[in-house]
């Protein structure tokens, strides 16, 4: 998977993840950050971060059939 979060222009930009298995299980995350997902499921687009923690908590973002 990938990670990427930056400051630009003293904005904090979210922070992005990729994963073929399901959201972080571990480190620590902000409200809004996102886990695309990489797999076979046609339906899921990835995890989105609602609460902010270690690992924080988690909701799945799918697209409808």
Sequence with gaps: ???MGDVNNGFIERNFLSSR???PT???HAAGD???YS???TLLIGWKCTVAGTP???VSIK???
Excluded: A, I, M, R
Aim: with cysteine; aromatic share 28%; net charge negative.
């Design 1 to 3: 998977g990938f990670y």
């Design 21 to 23: 298995y399901g959201p």
């Design 26 to 28: 571990t480190g620590q």
């Design 34 to 36: 996102w886990c695309w």
């Design 39 to 41: 797999g076979t499921d």
């Design 56 to 58: 924080g908590t988690w």
């Design 63 to 65: 697209s409808c059939p």
